[in-house]
């Protein structure tokens, strides 16, 4: 074949002649690339054994920065409703506090809820509202909600700095402290008061319990359990008039939900989709009126209704 040089004179190469010269060309091009990587500085490359520095998390920090990304009160001012309309007057319920809520019926739930910030710190972000059922749109007056004199409406939330003291985890030193700080206390089932009760068995008429779930309390009385004589009970809670009423066949005790002290729960081992229930109704553990086979999936909602405080499920 014909090549023409850079002087513009041809040359003639056969084939093997081509060959060789394309061979040329490639290690002149391996050895370019062998001298790039020796001029490579010998640090570029992370030690293949080095340890990465542990992360320190303050928990303080974390929650004051989590906090100043949900947008604050003062950031998100709206104008009031012009026509706030007859003044109600109703309970609002958090963390086993009562707040006195005065409020125009033409007032939205968003100027309910900036309202509520004001009140308990909780961002409104962070705040669900519980009025027959979870209050979903913001833009609905308290009159829309039907909110009357002495209704109750119930606050769930967590604050920033609760939520990141729970997801931390406790030290080594913490965990051993706590399980040696204290005797394993004794099951309550196993009591001789309740396990007379228990070891007659489950009713037959009780209502289905589930295990792993958490279900909002029915529209129907919670019904088929019983007390510790054995005798048949049904719970009715009555939100707007803020009563729970105990029914047995004998009669209907009607209580008011504010002046219950506690409620204590533990699930029946032999049936751990029921669990036995405890209403303390004075100022001692005496004054607990006991009740057995109540469904799991209703325990949470039971203590929520009576003592105003969502635990986990929102």
Request: a neutral charge; one cysteine or more.
């Amino acid at each position: 074949r014909v090549a023409i040089t850079a002087g513009g004179q041809s040359d003639d190469k056969t084939p093997a002649d081509a060959t060789a010269a394309d061979a040329n060309v490639v290690a002149d091009a391996t050895a370019a690339d062998a001298a790039t990587a020796d001029a490579t500085p010998a640090d570029a490359t992370p030690a293949a054994d080095a340890t990465p520095a542990p992360v320190v998390i303050d928990t303080a920090q974390l929650a004051s920065q989590l906090t100043k990304e949900i947008p604050s009160l003062e950031q998100q001012i709206i104008a009031p409703t012009e026509d706030a309309g007859p003044e109600i007057k109703f309970k609002l319920v958090y963390n086993k506090q009562h707040y006195d809520i005065v409020m125009g019926e033409n007032r939205t739930v968003r100027e309910l809820k900036d309202h509520i910030e004001k009140l308990t710190k909780l961002p409104r972000a962070m705040q669900k509202l519980m009025f027959k059922g979870l209050v979903k749109d913001d833009t609905k007056t308290l009159k829309g909600l039907k909110i009357g004199k002495n209704s109750k409406m119930m606050l769930v939330g967590t604050t920033m700095s609760d939520l990141v003291a729970v997801t931390t985890k406790p030290t080594v030193a913490e965990i051993a402290e706590t399980g040696t700080s204290a005797p394993k206390k004794e099951p309550i089932s196993k009591q001789t008061l309740h396990k007379k009760v228990l070891d007659k068995g489950k009713p037959d008429d009780i209502m289905p319990g589930l295990l792993g779930v958490k279900h909002a309390l029915p529209s129907t009385p919670l019904n088929g359990m019983c007390n510790k004589t054995g005798g048949k009970v049904r719970l009715t809670f009555k939100l707007e008039e803020d009563s729970l009423w105990i029914g047995t066949k004998a009669r209907t005790e009607k209580i008011g939900m504010s002046s219950i002290r506690n409620v204590v729960s533990e699930k029946i081992e032999s049936h751990p989709e029921y669990h036995m229930l405890g209403i303390q109704l004075g100022a001692t553990e005496l004054s607990i009126y006991w009740i057995y086979w109540v469904p799991a999936q209703y325990v949470d909602g039971v203590k929520d209704a009576i003592l105003g405080k969502w635990q986990t499920f929102f």
